[in-house]
């Protein structure tokens, strides 16, 4: 896994293989937490078509939806992948970061 892409303070786009994720850091009220989604084929299209602010608008619904509540009905609550890839991101994170500063 490796950084594709990010805006600062608030996502990374990674790629594993042919798989593109979207790692969003979120707040709902006085808590803050990351929230990781694979991109399904229709977010990927758009993101080819659309580019950056397409990740924009897709980690604002992300936010906004609150997947952390436990009664949201975000569509993107089921789709966290933190905890079972959480660490290939914060690893593949800790490389690139390595990478950009020397």
């Not at 937490?33 to 950056?52: P, S």
């Amino acid at each position: 896994m490796y950084v594709v892409d990010h805006e600062p303070s608030w996502w990374f786009l990674l790629q594993d293989g042919e798989q593109l994720y979207l790692d969003v850091t979120c707040e709902h009220s006085f808590i803050g937490y990351t929230m990781l989604i694979a991109l399904d084929e229709q977010e990927t299209a758009t993101l080819r078509r659309e580019g950056r602010s397409y990740l924009g608008r897709l980690a604002q619904d992300i936010n906004y939806g609150a997947p952390v509540l436990r009664d949201s009905r975000s569509p993107y609550k089921a789709r966290d992948l933190s905890k079972t890839h959480g660490h290939l991101v914060t690893e593949a994170v800790r490389r690139w970061r390595s990478s950009i500063r020397g």
